[in-house]
């Protein structure tokens, strides 16, 4: 099924996922605020790529770099020159348009003449200290990447580090983009998940493959269907100044084929810029061979909140239970904004309220839990598999009596019985198994 982004936007801001940024003064645009679930989905992402990529490798080091830093540090890596898209107007409906988004030689609004291209900075300026003169000017970082360059000698030296390895990151980057939009697929200020991984000249492609493939898997694993994502390797025309080579991980966004996220052979070009411009040596020494170089560096960039939109568009479902129109998020277990929902059968019955919310708050010990009463049993189940809770938990008339409780899974709509005493574990097992568990064995 192919989802229009229309649904997504509107199941986002109604149920607390992303909301237009100022909204209350008419917004700033396509600037967008994650809500109560919106942060958790988002948060779960960069966590599960955070355990992916640091926690369960022995090859790299964290790092949290700051936004602001040395203007020296864009003038050695190029973006005071290089970083400018070109740009173009229309001269009839007055629409802007970068011009590699362009196809023939007249606007795809209205058909209108255009303007000729010209250079569109996408830094954004900013001032330290109180003086606003141009030795106080600095920018908002556009990237990730060059906090890790600046800080490798130091992570490779203090964590005694042997190449390979490399030093992950995930943090804000800011770009004064000329077309934002698809919603929080391209904005101005976004989230980067990144890695430079240090490795010895002549090892790269091994290296610049095996990322290639670790990066594709990791959003099969999280839930994406494979028949959404593909791999496009760059044009020798399309490669950045410093790449020697990259391929997109595409994922089919309701726009289009579209990346999510880069990986690049970078070579040896960023260490070698710094260590020329700051004249400190930034060549490693390997104690093995008595060989010293400059590392080669493979970078796998992805964007948080790119991610976190591919995640929400690939989980969305409607389906037809009997007469009435099922939506479903239905996100990875790891993924989900809460994994237990607690529903009392009657919240007039205070013996029944008691019981479920003692049980919300036991499982709030090891989840994201809720606990909600605010209508009926059918519409809550409908909210829940709205926003993509795995399991809820009914507490009814019989569990007074029998001391079980209705677990209901969001996928399958599957309901089975487990004892109240033993449901805080029998919900760990599911989740962490990502399906119903028989209670009976």
Known sequence: ??????????????????????????????????????????????????KRTVYERDDMEG???????????????????????????????????????????????CGGELTESRSFNLRFKTFVGPVEDSASVTYLRPETAQGIFVNFANVQQMMRRKIPFGIAQIGKSFRNEITPGNFTFRTREFEQMEIEFFVKPGTDEEWYQRWVDERFNWYLDLGIRKENLRLREHEQNELAHYAKSCVDIEYLFPMGWSELEGVANRSDYDLRQHSEHSKKDLSYFDDATQEKYIPYVIEPSAGADRATLAFLIDAYREEKVRKDKRVVLALQHRLAPIKVAVLPLLRNRPDIVETARSLANDLRKKYKAVYDDTASIGRLYRRQDEIGTPYCVTVDVDSMD???????????????RVPLEGVVGYLADCLNRGELIDPAG
């Not at 607390?16 to 992402?45: A, M």
């Not at 677990?407 to 599957?414: C, K, T, Y």
């Open 1 to 50: 099924m192919t989802v229009e982004m229309e649904k997504i936007v509107s199941l986002c801001k109604r149920r607390g996922i992303i909301f237009q940024n100022s909204e209350i003064y008419g917004g700033i645009g396509n600037t967008w605020d994650y809500g109560p679930l919106g942060v958790e989905i988002k948060r779960n992402v960069k966590e599960a790529w955070w």
């Open 63 to 109: 790092l949290d770099a700051a936004i602001l830093m040395n203007p020296a540090t864009w003038k050695a890596s190029g973006h005071l020159e290089s970083f400018s898209d070109p740009l173009v107007d229309c001269k009839k409906c007055k629409h802007r348009f970068r011009l590699d988004d362009i196809e023939g030689g007249s606007c795809p609004d």
């Open 402 to 416: 029998d001391r079980k409780v209705t677990v209901r899974d969001r996928d399958s709509m599957e309901q089975v």
